[in-house]
């Protein structure tokens, strides 16, 4: 799956993917992790999500990074959100978008995943992956857990996938088994599954879909 697969995809505005509502499951169970106020949430492969909004309403600082740049602009003009556009303070070749209001702040880095460094993304307190792990194929799995959990330098994770037969429809979003969040996360964390609730994905209302919250931590 390439980068330019995701372009198309805004580009047509195929993106069923993003929910107009914040996770029902995200405002259920986000205090499992027991975080405090301001801390520093990163959010991979961010796109537009609303969600994000949420977590700052909560008085967390955001730190999204999303690959296609017009999705991370109709963020901010979608909810009305001042902001800047720097180049990074340590990476000149990722553009950030920047918004702060006293000590609190939302920002987006434009930039593929898989080239981020952790002094690019600076500290981390938690991982919230909604749509990230879900819109990957199998095979770059492994590789983007292991460059979430380096680039966040282990910090705990929420993470909520869809689990289907994955013979009835292609992804994304894909089916991920309990058996593969293990195989992907199993060497270096605690894995807790929270919830499974029954869902659907709205191209195909007839498939029947489990939608599951994993809390990894140490």
Known sequence: MTPEFWQNRWQENRIGFNQSK?????????SELNLTAGSRIFVP??????????????????????LVESAVKEFFSENRILHTIINHPHNPNIKYYHWQYENQKIEILVADIF????EDI?????VYDKAALIALPADMRPDYSEQIRKISDNAP???ITLNYDQSKKNGP????SSD????YYGSHYQISKLVSEPASI????????AEQVWLLGE
């Not at 914040?22 to 986000?30: A, F, G, R, T, Y």
């Not at 709205?202 to 029947?208: I, N």
């Open 202 to 209: 709205g191209s195909m209302p007839e498939l029947e879909v």
């Open 22 to 30: 914040v996770n029902p499951l995200l405002i259920k169970h986000w």
């Open 157 to 159: 994770q929420f993470i």
């Open 173 to 176: 979003p894909f089916s991920i």
């Open 115 to 118: 080239s981020l460094s952790i």
């Open 122 to 126: 600076d500290y981390i307190d938690a």
């Open 180 to 183: 593969q969040v293990q195989q």
């Open 45 to 66: 492969l961010c796109g537009k999500s609303i969600d994000m909004v949420w977590l700052a309403a909560q008085g967390y600082d955001v730190v999204g990074v999303e």
